[in-house]
């Protein structure tokens, strides 16, 4: 069982940045694919970007060049920094963990999830 904790969520200003923590409770991330997800208000859920153990990451074009996802060294913590955020990345922003993925935009095939983490950015 993976438990997942989210932190780092608020306000900002557009053209700011915030960074969303995703911690591990009892385990380490090393052999999970960690993905970040986004849900705005009426909005689908949408797939932001991933984190393979290594440090390869993968991200969707709408935050590529701006957002960056990294692990601690003891692969404890996921990391999403964001930069330059525009009004449209307002959402509740969650972390998943999965083992084996065929599709990585794929939440069903997520096997664990943290509680969503509130980012707001005004115009």
């Known amino acids: 069982q993976v438990q997942l904790v989210e932190s780092g969520g608020g306000l900002v200003q557009a053209g700011g940045s915030l960074r969303l923590s995703c911690a591990a409770s009892?385990?380490?991330?090393?052999?999970?694919?960690i993905g970040w997800f986004r849900q705005a208000p009426g909005k689908e859920r949408e797939f932001v970007g991933i984190?393979?153990?290594?440090?390869?990451?993968y991200y969707a074009d709408s935050v590529k060049g701006r957002f960056t996802i990294s692990r601690d060294n003891a692969e404890i913590t996921v990391y999403l920094q964001m930069n330059s955020l525009k009004p449209e990345d307002t959402a509740v922003y969650y972390c998943?963990?999965?083992?084996?993925?065929?599709?990585?935009?794929?939440?069903?095939?997520?096997?664990?999830w943290g509680q969503g983490t509130q980012v707001s950015v005004s115009s």
């Open positions: 009892g385990r380490t991330f090393s052999s999970y694919a």
């Open positions: 984190s393979w153990s290594g440090g390869n990451a």
């Open positions: 998943a963990a999965a083992r084996v993925l065929r599709g990585i935009a794929n939440g069903d095939e997520y096997d664990y």
